[in-house]
């Protein structure tokens, strides 16, 4: 398999719930995303890790975990989650995570919390 | 504050004709932009990067042009067809604690009509 692969693309959920989102890269970056994207808002970053370090975490609440076991692997562990919460959850990687890089999407998971 | 417009929620052509979509800034300092095309339910897809001292760049029937003065970037598709129906994202690109950070605008809706 090619690209930036998320697992699952379809995920229904109660507030009570805990779940995982999984993203895998196949291209031998150094950088990896997590971003949410809502009806009519922009696509917005939550977490940032290069070489497996957490480098940026954008305000997200804590009941989003990240999680970053290797630079091709990435995970969003979900808990408790507020109806609000229900969105698109892209993961992109990048090369190197610098400047000037192409970011390589997911297809997406798309969340709904009940 | 920052803010990062683009021109209207949706815009329809006519096919053959030459789609122009604007990208507007403010209180930034992008080294780079990058435009992205996303079709429904995908994620976002890569089509051009223009550096901060370029004033355009072409890749086939696409151009962009970026003016720091005015902070605004246009993006041009000529020769439009239906398959070019989809939204585009404009995105800015800035190092931040030496690393990519990119911020995306909400994207411009574009329909085709043949």
């Known amino acids: 398999e090619t690209g930036v692969t998320q697992t699952p693309r379809h995920l229904v959920m109660g507030m009570t719930n805990k779940k995982s989102l999984k993203c895998e890269q196949h291209?031998?970056?150094?950088?990896m995303y997590w971003y949410k994207q809502s009806a009519k808002k922009p696509l917005e970053l939550m977490f940032v890790y290069n070489f497996k370090e957490q480098t940026e975490n954008n305000s997200v609440p804590s009941r989003f975990s990240p999680e970053c076991p290797n630079s091709s692997h990435l995970f969003l562990h979900l808990h408790t989650l507020q109806p609000e919460d229900s969105a698109l959850y892209l993961c992109a990687s990048s090369q190197e995570g610098l400047a000037a890089d192409t970011q390589y999407f997911g297809p997406g998971t798309r969340l709904t919390v009940l | 504050s920052q803010k990062i417009e683009q021109n209207s929620e949706a815009l329809n052509i006519q096919e053959g004709k030459t789609a122009t979509l604007t990208c507007n800034y403010t209180n930034y300092s992008p080294a780079y932009l990058q435009w992205y095309r996303q079709d429904p339910g995908r994620g976002p897809v890569f089509l051009l990067l223009?550096?901060?001292?370029?004033k355009e760049k072409r890749k086939e029937r696409l151009k962009v042009t970026f003016d720091t003065t005015l902070k605004q970037s246009l993006f041009h598709i000529t020769a439009s067809q239906p398959a070019d129906s989809a939204t585009y994202l404009c995105?800015?690109?800035?190092?931040?604690?030496?690393?990519?950070?990119?911020?995306f605008g909400i994207g411009t809706k574009l329909q085709v009509i043949p």
């Open positions: 995105a800015l690109d800035m190092n931040s604690g030496g690393y990519q950070k990119v911020t």
């Open positions: 223009i550096r901060e001292n370029e």
């Open positions: 291209l031998g970056h150094n950088a």
